[in-house]
């Protein structure tokens, strides 16, 4: 079942038409969103992520768009399909009409709910995405619908037998993985690309940087991350808020170990 609107629906249901903007073009963003014992994980950071994309994108936000009604949308939808864990997605687009300049700015919203399945993989294989950037702008940060250079990043690591691709941007500098901020280690010091670079704002990266400004544990720091870097770190990992924390085992010849990973992986359970 989905719910489009507020209305459940079977998940066959036809609800968009050939004038959809999100499919003519891209105009749409998305919450992934984990459900653990029916309760909305990280809630008020998807949901104020969310607003501040809507108004970035000059999408009218309905009056009745609380975080009240954030929440019960999703668990409407997540009890309507018989979870109590689950893999939500939370799409809201710009209503049909137009050309590049739209006839309203009003939105439509679409909720789906999936099992939940997570398995933290070992022997995490990555490499460089080269064949296409990522503009190091502010709508990169967003997350949108139009994720083409995701997606050939994506087929190229199937193709080629690897678990995940660093994407770079114009200035051959690293951005993110496909699905998911990046973050290294070196010399006990912990680093992410900074927003500049064009990585997505990831509700799990902004935990670990809250996480990290309230403990002395850890030494951090945003900067910019060269693919030279990720050779010569000590430990590499990948964050989003389905797996929380996925370490890399090997990029190319380098092998990394992921003791603070695994440290932090265990800590960020904890207060999560």
């Known amino acids: 079942?989905?719910?489009?609107n507020g209305g459940i629906m079977e998940k066959e249901s036809t609800i968009f038409s050939c004038k959809n903007r999100a499919f003519k073009y891209g105009d749409a963003l998305f919450e992934t969103l984990k459900i653990k014992n029916s309760e909305i994980n990280l809630l008020e950071s998807h949901y104020f992520r969310l607003m501040a994309s809507m108004r970035m994108l000059r999408m009218e936000i309905p009056m009745s768009f609380s975080l009240e009604f954030f929440q019960a949308e999703i668990l409407k939808t997540v009890a309507e399909n018989e979870l109590t864990n689950a893999r939500v997605r939370f799409t809201v687009y710009r209503n049909d009409g137009g050309l590049y300049k739209p006839d309203t700015n009003s939105i439509s919203y679409v909720i789906e709910?999936?099992?939940l399945k997570i398995k933290v993989k070992e022997n995490y294989e990555i490499e460089l995405f080269k064949d296409f950037y990522i503009h190091s702008g502010l709508l990169s940060t967003l997350k949108t619908t139009n994720k083409i250079t995701n997606v050939l990043a994506s087929i190229f690591a199937?193709?080629?037998g690897y678990d995940n691709c660093i994407l770079l941007n114009e200035k051959k500098q690293v951005v993110e993985s496909i699905n998911g901020n990046i973050f290294i280690v070196k010399d006990g010091v912990v680093k992410t690309p900074?927003?500049?670079?064009?990585c997505v704002k990831g509700v799990m990266r902004k935990t670990l940087i809250d996480f990290f400004?309230?403990?002395s544990k850890y030494q951090f720091e945003e900067s910019a991350i060269s693919s030279f870097d990720i050779q010569k770190a000590d430990e590499v990992f990948i964050t989003?808020?389905?797996?929380g924390i996925q370490p890399v085992q090997k990029y190319r010849k380098k092998e990394f170990t992921a003791v603070i990973s695994n440290s932090i992986l265990k800590?960020?359970?904890n207060l999560i």
Not at 1 to 4: A, E, G, K
Not at 194 to 198: L, M, N, V, Y
Not at 240 to 243: D, G, L, P, R, S
């Open 213 to 215: 400004a309230n403990t």
């Open 194 to 198: 900074p927003i500049s670079e064009g």
């Open 1 to 4: 079942m989905i719910n489009f």
């Open 240 to 243: 989003n808020a389905i797996i």
């Open 158 to 160: 199937n193709e080629n």
């Open 267 to 269: 800590e960020l359970s």
């Open 113 to 115: 709910a999936s099992e």
